[in-house]
T-cell receptor
Framework: DAMVIQNPRYQVTQFGKPVTLSCSQT?????MYWYQQKSSQAPKLLFH???????NEADTPDNFQSRRPNTSFCFLDIRSPGLGDAAMYLC???????????????FGPGTRLLVL | DAKTTQPTSMDCAEGRAANLPCNHS???????VYWYRQIHSQGPQYIIH???NNETNEMASLIITEDRKSSTLILPHATLRDTAVYYC?????????????FGGGTRLMVKP
């Protein structure tokens, strides 16, 4: 089945040690998103790619970067994780229909990041 | 994007209809109403969306008031697996994608 895949489901890193989270999709969607969800809070958009065009949310810290080497893969890089970056990180995709239209987002299962 | 207001939590008996309200009094004419849910430890899942007409699919029904200032998501026969946080989101569709701004959501507990 076509889907959004995030591995691993759990990632442990040390304070200040760079970490990369990965997302892949078999839906061939143009748009890929990264959300951060802290405990008991709603998901918050960090940034998204429309094809190769990167769009950063205004309040996303510089510590968070992203790469999209091809249509299928997107990575979230946290350069120097702090304790406050411990969260669930959700990847999502959507078609990105030209001319607008009604789109839905398809979410992966998330990667829970623990910072020690 | 218009903001939404939802009750923090609701209970529903298994097998009964679950009616989840959402207020979006500042919605504009080109904004859609979307509903997603998030089961514990999973990613959000799309349920349904609409503009002004009522909508129904295999998961739920969406009732939008005539003035579009509020809506209700209806799960006709709630099961224990419907226990989740339900998010009501209003959003303009644009060419660059469909950025979702999640509010607090309603935590629905379906009880036996």
């Amino acid at each position: 089945d076509a889907m959004v895949i995030q591995n691993p489901r759990y990632q442990v890193t040390q304070f200040g040690k760079p970490v990369t989270l990965s997302c892949s999709q078999t839906l061939n969607h143009n748009v890929m998103y990264w959300y951060q969800q802290k405990s008991s809070q709603a998901p918050k958009l960090l940034f998204h790619y429309y094809d190769k065009d990167f769009n950063n949310e205004a309040d996303t810290p510089d510590n968070f970067q992203s790469r999209r080497p091809n249509t299928s893969f997107c990575f979230l890089d946290i350069r120097s994780p702090g304790l406050g970056d411990a969260a669930m990180y959700l990847c999502a995709t959507s078609r990105g229909l030209a001319g607008g239209g009604q789109e839905t987002q398809y979410f992966g299962p998330g990667t829970r990041l623990l910072v020690l | 994007d218009a903001k939404t207001t939802q009750p923090t939590s609701m209970d529903c008996a298994e097998g009964r209809a679950a009616n989840l309200p959402c207020n979006h009094s500042t919605i504009s004419g080109n904004e859609y109403v979307y509903w997603y849910r998030q089961i514990h430890s999973q990613g959000p899942q799309y349920i349904i969306h609409g503009l002004k007409n009522n909508e129904t699919n295999e998961m739920a029904s969406l009732i939008i008031t005539e003035d579009r200032k509020s809506s209700t998501l209806i799960l006709p026969h709630a099961t224990l697996r419907d226990t989740a946080v339900y998010y009501c989101i209003v959003r303009v569709q644009d060419n660059a994608g469909n950025m979702l701004t999640f509010g607090g959501g309603t935590r629905l507990m379906v009880k036996p």
